[in-house]
């Protein structure tokens, strides 16, 4: 009964988000002001009604009703408490209604705000949320209902996938969604700015927070899947290039362009036509993701279970999202454009190239991405596209993008010259050069080419960000939101590159069967093998081994890396066991019974491998730090100029 | 042309891709595999049923095979195996099973109830030789010539109407 009133509640969250479209998007046209007032009701009673729905699946899998099919598959009475409530995004499903209930969220956090935006442009706004939110309840509906029934129910279900059964996995798509879908909000704020046709810049100011939010939020979402996919799959790797991984890095890589050029609009006016551009673009490369990943156009190994009809539903709602979207740019960016311009070694400039790389970038993912799928649709044959075509081709663009932050952060809006900070800046290279070789020579020797070169951007990105916050403490003048945030964040890019540069250059990997007594050496550690004892978990058993580490005769570590057999789906799932610090990560994973009572096992040594998840938190806490301090001061100003609500109509349609 | 009608374009052209792409996922559930026509992955598995000579590569050589993935734990599976027997009975092509990610007790008394299609059957308990043959699911089923060729994959359950278009069509 109560699941049939989840269903109830997903239905009228459906006919709510389509009152939510209707009267945010007609009402302004028609300027009927009574029906503006509706928009911000429909959306509240959309997000009760979608967490409702929610609630009651969440309460179903608690309950173990495995009359509902989707419980059915993908839970089991022996599952822990704990992944019976993640198995609500364990499927195609589920994640689904995840995704609404976030949009609903954000749309509700819009609604929070909308004091601060002018009437028409915030319903204008709503109703562009209440379109995409409508299209997406109508897929789940018709063809992903979570709420459908069992018959006869089955006696226990088949269990979560044992690969999600881990804690990380578990928030992971939360976080993500929350990235991906905040996206929206930034497509929503451009779509209403074009459909006014406003000639003024402040859609770039009221769009900017929710960007920055949506972004960091994406970066958080990612790291957590790269770090779950370090240690669950046992491989070691942070980053494989999967389609999945690159569904969810496109977006990202845009809207850090889209987060630049932004700030150029805010501040100077300019670049409008092409903020607009990229906001509509980092949303559609989300909802290419999700059709790419849930249509079976692609294979990876995070795919979901693949259904054709899903894809025609996905491929007609991209046509009207994106193509509606684009439609309404190539017919009002024209006169959206602005005259202003720059010099050639300005602020704008930098930020200009910063723009064409990251695009540059996005699009070699994009190509690697697609490429399978085009050489399938021309008949080439198969095609395999891995890391190393990506890995080179990624650097292209992303080295100078590196080299040229800096210089760019130090230039000047408008004028051409450096100034003052020349001189600054030339040490903290010098700086970066003398602490990277030392960390190469010092730490870690047999370096490849691009390793010095990694190392020295690293260093200087974060000495350089540095300069600018250092010299207002020295001065005592207050470090303004927005720079601290700036300069975080790029602090935290520049942990990411010393990580990466040093993971890729120094790290050792080895296969090796070993019995029980013996060790092998690798870089200055010494790992024996002292055999494997059976285990049983809620719902598996298995093995579960240990490796003793030791450098210069002194412990350092005891690794139990572990293989489970979980019952139900039969499967099985090795998870390594990870010794960590903040230098150096040890790991050593199980692998096959190779018989007289030696074992295959992987182990491996992986220098600065944390910063790679720290400098991805870092650039998040830079983004928060950035919205939150520029919250407070905008919240004044804006409260302050009424005059804002009555943005009169452009002066271009009578 | 409008430069502002480029993306317009541009997203025209990708949408072209993707339809292409759609029907030919669409296509009976094919996925294309890159080993048609190519000789069978190398491979040696414990047999399931009789402990002492391992199931490899070679057993497939000599006469026409039909090379079945499956589970205990694969409901379509279970669905398919009537098709199997019926395929042995046919005597057309041998059998052998790949027992995927398995419990062995659980196989031999699911094979016991149901009755065996299997000229052999290997133990793949890690899923280690599923990798090498590109396994997406189970079931799947390898048509192999008597050279060692992968002639022909389905992905999915097997039926008589999939057995007769698909794979007898395909049988000298």
Partial sequence: ?654 | MNRFLLPLAAFALLLLVLIAGLRHASDKGIIVSPLLGKPAPQFSLPDLLDGNTPLQTKALRGHWSLLNVWGTWCVECRAEHQTLLTIKQQGRVLIFGIDWKDDDTQARAFLNELGNPYQRVGADREGRVAIDWGVYGAPESFLINPDGTVVYKHVGGLTPQIWQREFLSRLP
């Fill in chain 1, 1 to 654: 009964m109560l699941v049939e009133l989840g269903h109830y509640a997903l239905m009228l969250a459906l006919l709510l988000s389509a009152a939510q479209a209707f009267f945010g998007l007609a009402g302004p046209a028609l300027g009927r002001e009574r029906w503006l007032a509706a928009v911000p009701s429909a959306a509240a009673g959309q997000f009760v009604f979608l967490a409702l729905a929610a609630g009651v699946l969440v309460h179903a899998f608690v309950q173990d009703d495995f009359s509902v099919r989707y419980v059915a598959e993908n839970s089991n009475s022996a599952l822990p408490l704990f992944y019976r409530v993640t198995a609500l995004w364990g499927a195609h499903e589920g994640s689904l209604l995840l995704w609404t209930l976030v949009l609903a969220g954000w749309t509700m956090a819009v609604v929070a705000r909308l004091r601060f935006l002018p009437p028409p442009f915030g319903a204008r706004v709503l109703g562009v949320l209440g379109l995409i939110s409508f299209g997406f309840l109508l897929f789940t509906l018709c063809t992903s209902d979570p709420f459908g029934r069992l018959s006869p129910p089955v006696p226990d279900g088949n269990d979560l996938n044992p690969v999600l059964q881990d804690p990380a996995f578990a928030v992971h798509p939360p976080v993500l969604y929350m990235g991906y879908v905040g996206f929206a909000v930034s497509f929503a704020f451009a779509c209403a700015a074009m459909i006014e046709g406003r000639r003024d810049q402040l859609w770039a100011r009221w769009m900017r927070p929710w960007t920055v939010m949506a972004w960091a939020f994406l970066a958080c979402g990612i790291a957590l899947g790269s770090w779950w996919a370090y240690y669950e799959l046992g491989w070691g790797g942070f980053w494989f290039w999967d389609p999945v991984e690159n569904a969810s890095f496109m977006p990202w890589l845009v809207g850090t362009a889209l987060i630049h050029s932004i700030a150029v609009t805010d501040k100077r006016g300019l670049f409008k036509s092409w903020t607009l551009l990229l906001a509509v673009a980092a949303f559609s490369l989300s909802l290419l993701g999700t059709f790419l990943v849930r249509s079976g156009v692609l294979v990876s190994v995070h795919s979901f279970a693949a259904d054709p009809r899903r894809g025609v539903f996905i491929l007609v709602f991209l046509i009207v999202m994106i193509g509606g979207a684009l439609t309404l740019y190539a017919w009002r960016a024209p006169r959206m454009v602005s005259a202003a311009g720059f010099e050639l070694i300005s602020r704008e400039s930098f930020l200009l190239f910063n723009n064409l790389l990251l695009v540059i970038a996005a699009a070699v993912v994009f190509g690697g991405t697609m490429a399978p799928l085009i050489a399938d649709t021309l008949h080439l044959g198969t095609l395999s596209v891995g890391p190393p075509y990506f890995n080179p081709s990624f650097m292209v663009p992303v080295l100078p993008l590196l080299a040229l932050l800096s210089l760019g952060i130090h230039a000047r809006w408008r004028r051409g010259a450096l100034g003052e900070s020349r001189r600054a800046l030339l040490a903290t290279l010098g700086m970066a050069l003398v602490l990277a070789l030392a960390l190469i020579f010092g730490l870690y020797t047999h370096p490849l080419p691009l390793t010095p070169i990694g190392a020295t951007l690293g260093f200087w990105i974060i000495f350089s960000s540095l300069l600018d916050p250092l010299n207002r403490l020295r001065r005592r003048v207050r470090i303004p939101a927005t720079i601290a945030g700036m300069s975080i964040a790029h602090i935290g890019l520049g942990v990411f590159v010393i990580g990466v540069t040093f993971v890729y250059s120094n790290t050792i990997e080895r296969d090796v069967a070993l019995k029980p007594g013996q060790s092998v050496q690798l870089s200055d550690y010494v790992f024996r093998y002292d055999g494997v004892q059976n285990i049983e978990g809620p719902n598996y058993d298995g093995v579960r081994g240990t490796v003793n580490v030791t450098r210069d005769g002194r412990q350092v570590a005891v690794l139990h890396p572990e293989k489970h057999r979980y019952w139900v789906q039969g499967s099985v799932q090795t998870t390594a066991a990870i010794a960590a610090s903040v230098q150096r990560d040890l790991l050593a994973a199980l692998g096959d019974d190779v018989g007289a009572g030696a074992y295959s096992l992987r182990l491996q040594y992986r220098p600065l491998i944390r910063f790679i998840w720290l400098g991805a938190l870092i650039m998040a806490i830079g983004g928060v730090t950035a919205v939150w301090g520029r919250r407070q001061r905008a919240g004044a100003v804006t409260a302050a100029s009424p005059a804002l609500a009555l943005t009169p109509q452009p002066d271009g349609r009578h």
